[in-house]
């Protein structure tokens, strides 16, 4: 049971440069994030997926785009990269019982933009 | 604003003693609160959820209070080991987009000395 698999783990990319960051999970969730991780300011909500066909904003969107492939899979895209998106950038997944939703993540992509 | 606070960014405690972390909200009056655990290159792992009728929960040598008045929680780990090491992140529901969203705090750094 693989849980949420992200790929790459470690990228390196110029300023300008594009690239699209994958993401699957195998525990038929619904609802699935891209966050991302800088020091001292939390995780950060990119985008969001409620369910398959369906994206949503998160807190900081500007700069990437996603897509909800199928119900498995949750891509993120940086079109033109900047090194204000230098970071690592976890998936996760979640599960809902009633009004309660707990994450599973991904072990993340470290990405620097030079 | 709306923001999350954890005590330190880092906390040294001797091994066997109680851990206590804590977390600091204002402006929200989140449903449910929840503690995640992070090792270095890894994403985070849930841990415990507590909800806004719950004054405490407990699991093995964990306990987690919330404490809606103050707008706070701690989590307590008991006869702490050096394997506790890692970040804790706490992490609430904001009630709003009905639990789509996560607000995370910027973690605190355990490290349990043997």
């Known amino acids: 049971n693989a849980g949420v698999t992200q790929t790459p783990k470690f990228q390196v990319l110029k300023t300008g440069q594009s690239m699209t960051l994958q993401c699957a999970q195998d525990?038929?969730?619904?609802?699935m994030y891209w966050y991302r991780q800088d020091p001292g300011m939390g995780l950060r909500l990119i985008y969001y997926?409620?369910?398959?066909?369906?994206?949503d904003k998160g807190e900081v969107p500007n700069g990437y785009n996603v897509s909800r492939l199928n119900k498995r899979e949750f891509s993120l895209r940086l079109e033109s990269a900047a090194p204000s998106q230098t970071s690592v950038y976890f998936c996760?997944?979640?599960?809902?019982?009633?009004?309660?939703?707990?994450?599973?993540f991904g072990s993340g992509t470290q990405l620097s933009v030079l | 604003s709306q923001k999350i606070e954890q005590n330190s960014e880092a906390l040294n405690i001797q091994e066997g003693k109680t851990a206590t972390l804590t977390c600091n909200y204002t402006?929200?009056?989140?449903?449910?609160l929840q503690w995640y655990r992070q090792d270095p290159g890894r994403g985070p792992v849930f841990l415990l959820l507590i909800r806004e009728n719950e004054k405490e929960k407990r699991k093995e040598r964990l306990k987690v209070t919330f404490d809606t008045t103050l707008k706070q929680s701690l989590f307590h780990i008991t006869a702490s080991q050096p394997a506790d090491s890692a970040t804790y992140l706490c992490?609430?529901?904001?009630?709003?987009?009905?639990?789509?969203?996560?607000?995370f705090g910027p973690g605190t750094r355990l490290s349990v000395l043997p």
């Open positions: 997926s409620a369910s398959e066909g369906t994206t």
């Open positions: 996760a997944s979640s599960e809902r019982w009633g009004a309660e939703e707990k994450l599973f």
């Open positions: 402006n929200y009056s989140p449903a449910y």
């Open positions: 992490a609430l529901d904001p009630r709003d987009n009905y639990g789509q969203n996560f607000v």
């Open positions: 525990m038929n969730h619904n609802s």
